[in-house]
């Protein structure tokens, strides 16, 4: 049998990032016997002509597409990403209108039944994690509610056959010759390696724990270092980006890999997101030397009240102390994650956050990067109760929108500190035009 499994267009042309989640499965797939081949349309000067170029030449029984995002998630630039899947679904669907056609991804899992219903030449939906699913199903196509975490169709109804087992995280080693990796190389974040999946923290936005599972499943550190060894060697990669949640949580796990760069003397840089309080000097000091080139920190929040708020389990002295190393650590590349107007911000935040931006600046120059946002409200998260008590959305609201103007509805802002929001987003605004003048100039 033939598979076909297609990374989604975003809609416009990106940095591209690796799909590693269709890499893993090819792998698990072509174990099993089948024939898989594999698109990214991202990388692609003309996608969808190669969309159709791909299934003619392929001519798959099986199409599988990944959905990775949703939107930008991002207020200043409200773009929609889900709606190239319903274009390649129907463009598919015209060209072979016999194929059995698969949804999946981490954006499809949010909204699974939603996209279903929208997109009526989806076949079937897998929820959550298709590695082991994905080779069952296929034994099961006459049978499809034998298969848990699977949105199927029947008598012209959705039916979905339950939450799956979320079990340990299997060492899947992924397919690096599914896609050419010649594309991505030029970027160094874009290559990513898993050394855990899953999160037990509480922050109030995030939907990682209900795409992942609330227990942190381990890989081996030697796994971890094995299969970066390897995708180095083999196809020349140089530089990863650690997609866990977050890399030193827990901390042993993290200075073990470090230990185990060190150890087999694997000449990579790496990129990955720590959790302030859980840092310290002894695995700053193993992951400067094995190869971190960028410590990337998500407070969110700078005050006790708004991290609080937020969920976070840090403190300001925590966020102070990540800053103070950096400063210590001349090789210590930083970037803070912060969201504009979140929940429990008040005068003092605004005032606290514009301070800390201006110091990181000031002191660390290239070295120290801010990042501002704002939360994106979506399902299964506590910020969306929180959001609907506020009246920032009401019981008719469908967070999966249809235009870029319905998503900037969908965003929390404090209403305590919405001046700060609007005078951010003026400057962030004022700063693309003078940037879009110059450039024409």
Known sequence: ??????????????????????????????????????????????????????????????????????????????????????????????????????????????????????????????????????????????????????????????????????????????????????????????????????????????????????????????????????????FHVNTFHFVDTLFNNPVDHAKEICNEILKQNLNVKWIAWYNERLLDQELVSLALKSGCIEFAFSPDGITHKSLAALGKDLKPSDIEKTYKWAIQYPDMNVSFNFFISPPGDTFKGVINLFFFAAKVKLRLGHRGRIFLGNIRIEPDTPILAKAARKGMLDNLTNLLPETSEELKKMFYIEPRTFYAHAIFNFIFKLKSILKKEQYQG
């Open 1 to 234: 049998m033939k598979i076909l499994l297609i990374q989604v267009f975003l809609g416009r042309h990106e940095p591209p990032i690796y799909p590693i989640g269709l890499a893993k499965l090819a792998s698990c797939l072509k174990k099993n016997g089948y024939e898989v081949y594999g698109l990214d349309m991202n990388i692609s000067h003309n996608p969808i002509q190669d969309l159709e170029n791909t299934i003619k030449k392929t001519e798959p029984e099986i199409i599988g597409f990944s959905l990775r995002n949703i939107d930008t998630t991002q207020y200043r630039d409200p773009f929609l990403y889900w709606k190239m899947l319903r274009e390649c679904v129907e463009k598919t669907r015209n060209l072979l209108p016999g194929v059995k056609i698969i949804a999946g991804g981490s954006g499809f899992s949010l909204f699974a039944q939603e996209l279903m219903e929208r997109i009526c030449g989806i076949d079937y939906g897998f929820f959550l994690e298709a590695e082991t699913g994905f080779a069952q199903f296929l034994n099961n196509l006459s049978s499809p509610e034998m298969v848990s975490g699977l949105f199927y169709r029947k008598n012209g109804r959705i039916t979905f056959t339950g939450n799956p087992e979320i079990k340990g995280f299997e060492n899947h080693e992924p397919d690096m010759t599914l896609f050419p990796l010649e594309p991505y190389l030029k970027f160094p974040a874009s290559i990513g390696i898993e050394s855990k999946r899953g999160c037990e923290k509480s922050c109030v936005y995030c939907t990682y724990p209900s795409l992942s599972g609330f227990r942190l499943r381990l890989r081996k550190p030697s796994e971890v270092v094995a299969e970066m060894q390897k995708m180095h060697q083999q």
